[in-house]
T-cell receptor
Framework: AQSVTQLGSHVSVSEGALVLLRCNYS??????LFWYVQYPNQGLQLLLK??????LVKGINGFEAEFKKSETSFHLTKPSAHMSDAAEYFC????????????FGTGTSLTVIP | AAGVIQSPRHLIKEKRETATLKCYPI?????VYWYQQGPGQDPQFLIS???????DKGSIPDRFSAQQFSDYHSELNMSSLELGDSALYFC??????????FGQGTRLTVV
């Protein structure tokens, strides 16, 4: 069975500061991991994905995430936060590249302080 | 680029009524998924279809049913609506070896 845990339901950072959103996964098979962003009243947009290739994955809008098997983690980072990054971020795991069934974390709400 | 289209975007229904949500996947995507996201919650998987056949089933109530048609669009039918069914319903689509892309969602309000 697969599951993800997102530590911190709310994260606040100053504009220009480092963004770090934590995600730990549990999977009985090699996982496929994803980060999605959800802006207010909008759908989920794919930020990046890990599918057993490079462990450091670069996504859109300057985000990246590193897959660490030893720590069962897939934390999302961005060197410098922008006001437009304020949104809800979801980590998700599936057991195949098709994402036949995603298991989402509970989400982390990112606030960027001017 | 074409995205996943969901209709309607907003829907208000009364208790015990029926609702039908539609999803039009990205062209050449053969898999459709439905998710339910309650207020302040993470999306919960309901059901998925591959090549018009049900491929996986999650926490979908018996009052709900879904199907995928020959043109690959999908419909989620919800009967005997309850207040607790008020949520954002997402559809996503993918090709067999691809990542799932989500639609904007349908916000269902049951009053």
């Amino acid at each position: 069975a697969q599951s993800v845990t997102q530590l911190g339901s709310h994260v606040s950072v100053s504009e220009g500061a480092l963004v770090l959103l934590r995600c730990n996964y549990s999977s009985s098979v090699p996982p496929y991991l994803f980060w999605y962003v959800q802006y207010p009243n909008q759908g989920l947009q794919l930020l990046l994905k890990y599918t057993s290739a490079a462990t450091l994955v670069k996504g859109i809008n300057g985000f990246e995430a590193e897959f660490k098997k030893s720590e069962t983690s897939f934390h999302l980072t961005k060197p410098s936060a922008h006001m437009s990054d304020a949104a809800e971020y979801f980590c998700a795991v599936s057991d195949s590249n098709t994402g036949n069934q995603f298991y989402f974390g509970t989400g982390t709400s990112l606030t960027v302080i001017p | 680029a074409a995205g996943v289209i969901q209709s309607p975007r907003h829907l208000i229904k009364e208790k015990r009524e029926t609702a039908t949500l539609k999803c039009y996947p990205i062209p050449r995507h053969d898999t459709v998924y439905w998710y339910q996201q309650g207020p302040g919650q993470d999306p919960q998987f309901l059901i998925s279809f591959y090549e018009k056949m049900q491929s996986d089933k999650g926490s979908i109530p018996d009052r709900f049913s879904a199907q995928q048609f020959s043109d690959y669009h999908s419909e989620l039918n919800m009967s005997s609506l309850e207040l607790g069914d008020s949520a954002l319903y997402f559809c996503a689509s993918s090709r067999t070896t691809g990542v799932a892309f989500f639609g904007q969602g349908t916000r269902l309000t049951v009053v």
